[in-house]
């Protein structure tokens, strides 16, 4: 222990045994709407997830925070020391008459890589693991037969874990709808997040070439010889 955590100034240490750790690792309490259901999918940086599972039609709400973790009330600063054992998810309502958990799970595999175990992308660390949070046991069915069709498909193997839902902390307010608000980051696990800049001089070289009128400001992101604008 260094100097500045014995003088109570470092991170938050997680104490598996500890009476909050067992608030921490018990059920999620919250409840859906009526005739909502609610399920965790954590894929790496859970901005580009929330994004694409909000345009899932029968998805009601859509919320980001942290689980499966010993420490109650964890901050992000906590969750990304890698101390926490804290996963990122998307905590996502629908509503089973309109959407489908299958559908669910058809986004979540279609939205990361599951064979990288504690990566997506660039973001390296637990808190990116790959991991569906069922809150029925019809779920858990269904989520471990959708894995096993997957595999099938894949030459290596999917690290995906499937656990009960626990107690889901949301996160900071600025994480929430953090792309549908104009964030910047974490709209794939394929986009390097340093490739992303936004400049006004180079979306009007683009928009220009393009022959978009009238000119607008873009967030325009190269990968490769590629690029894709935001407005």
């Given at each position: ?147 096993e069709q997957h595999q099938n498909k894949m030459n290596r193997k999917i690290v995906t874990e499937i656990l009960p839902a626990k ?65």
């Amino acid at each position: 222990m260094n100097l500045l955590n014995k003088l109570g100034f470092g991170p938050k240490t997680s104490d598996p045994t500890s009476d909050s750790s067992s608030i921490a690792l018990g059920p999620d309490d919250d409840v859906p709407a009526p005739g909502q259901q609610f399920a965790q999918f954590g894929a790496g940086c859970f901005w580009g997830v929330e994004l694409a599972f909000q345009r899932i039609p029968g998805v009601t709400k859509t919320e980001v925070g942290y689980t499966q973790g010993f420490l109650h009330n964890p901050t992000y600063e906590d969750v990304c020391t890698g101390t926490t054992n804290h996963s990122e998810v998307v905590r996502v309502q629908y509503d089973p008459k309109e959407c489908n958990f299958e559908t669910l799970l058809d986004l979540f595999w279609s939205r990361h890589d599951p064979t990288t175990l504690n990566r997506q992308g660039n973001d390296v660390g637990t808190q990116y693991r790959s991991g569906i949070y069922f809150y029925i046991p019809e779920q858990e069915k269904a989520a471990q037969e959708s894995l096993e069709q997957h595999q099938n498909k894949m030459n290596r193997k999917i690290v995906t874990e499937i656990l009960p839902a626990k107690k889901f902390y949301r996160a900071e307010e600025y994480h929430q709808q953090y792309l549908a608000k104009g964030g910047r980051f974490g709209l794939s696990n394929l986009l390097r997040k340093d490739a992303m800049i936004q400049s006004d001089a180079m979306a009007n070289l683009f928009t220009t070439a393009l022959k978009v009128k009238p000119y607008k400001p873009y967030l325009v992101l190269f990968i490769g010889w590629c690029f894709c604008p935001y407005g």
